[in-house]
């Protein structure tokens, strides 16, 4: 599929993009209980239930040609699903970020997020060069991060990933699934 041309006069349509884990209903009311527990009201800024996610790769502003070719790359991925385990609950003291993680990495997953960045460096953009660290924000502007303790598990079974665009509103972030793709039994 040829891209769109865009008219010389007319600056390039861009969206800012990220590929992510969606949760379903279940695990999403596992986490907003947890985040009832852990956080008092008040504290820190909560990620409201329907934006909470699982970040796989940021991609930032990306122009619609671009996009093409990434979700090009993204469908030919062949990835299998996997089971994450949230068991920890932690928090950065340095970003104010209580997220929730698991204690080890599934290797389905790590392959997922190599396989994003590797079409992402295919399409000729640039991706992370930090390692890999697989968390889920609960809140923000935490001022007084309490210690990383156990949490009694939440399994999630991750059969889907997706892309998707931030569109920033004074009320906070909102989030638009685009496309989501299958992971194989
Ligand atoms: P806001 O920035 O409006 O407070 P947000 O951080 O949720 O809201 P985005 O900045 O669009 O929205 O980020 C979308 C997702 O990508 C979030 O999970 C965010 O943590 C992650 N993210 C944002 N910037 C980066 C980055 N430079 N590297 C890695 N992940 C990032
Ligand atoms: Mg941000």
Same mark, same amino acid.
């Given at each position: ?10 600056? $390039?349509?861009? @969206? ?9 209903e279940e695990i999403r009311k596992h986490?907003c209980a ?5 956080? $008092? ?19 930032? !502003? &990306? ?29 950065? @003291?340095?970003?104010? &970020? ?12 790590? !392959? ?11 399409? +000729? ?16 502007? &935490?001022?007084?991060?309490?210690? +990383? ?11 889907? !990933? ?24």
């Amino acid at each position: 599929m040829t891209p769109p041309s865009t008219p010389e006069s007319e600056p $390039p349509r861009t @969206q800012r993009l990220f590929f992510a884990l969606w949760p379903d209903e279940e695990i999403r009311k596992h986490l907003c209980a947890l985040a009832d527990d852990a956080l $008092p009201r008040r504290v820190g800024r909560r990620v409201r239930a329907e934006n909470l996610h699982l970040t796989l790769a940021f991609l930032g !502003f &990306v122009e619609e040609r671009m996009r093409h070719c990434i979700e090009e790359a993204a469908s030919a991925i062949r990835a299998r699903r996997f089971t994450l385990i949230f068991e920890r609950l932690g928090c950065w @003291q340095r970003t104010g &970020v209580m997220w929730v993680g698991p204690l080890q990495q599934p290797e389905g997953l790590i !392959f997922l997020v190599d396989a994003l960045n590797s079409a992402l460096t295919d399409c +000729g953009m640039s991706s992370e060069k930090r390692a890999y660290r697989a968390h889920l924000t609960l809140a923000r502007k &935490v001022r007084r991060c309490p210690r +990383g303790c156990a949490i009694a598990p939440i399994a999630w079974d991750v059969s889907r !990933f997706c892309l998707v665009a931030s569109h920033t509103h004074a009320q906070g972030a909102k989030y638009e699934i685009l496309r989501s793709w299958k992971l194989n039994n």
